[in-house]
């Protein structure tokens, strides 16, 4: 197995992410991502991923009142 597909076989693809949050546009989602500092990883110069993991502690993390 190649390391770009064991990456796909768990992480999420930008377009996966993106509809999850609600962005249709991928330019508002880009900077939706840098500005809120989402956890990706980089795979090369034009391709990135998502950990489910990371993203699930990362909204742990920015949720507000209730329990956690």
């Known amino acids: 197995m190649t390391a770009q597909t064991f990456a796909d076989t768990r992480l999420l693809k930008p377009e996966q992410v993106r509809t999850r949050y609600g962005y249709k546009s991928g330019s508002a989602f880009n900077k ?10 980089r795979l090369n110069s034009r391709n990135i991923r998502f950990d489910p993991d990371a993203l699930a502690a990362w909204e742990d993390r920015r949720r507000v009142g209730g329990k956690r």
């Open 32 to 41: 939706f991502v840098h500005a809120n500092a989402v956890p990706f990883i």
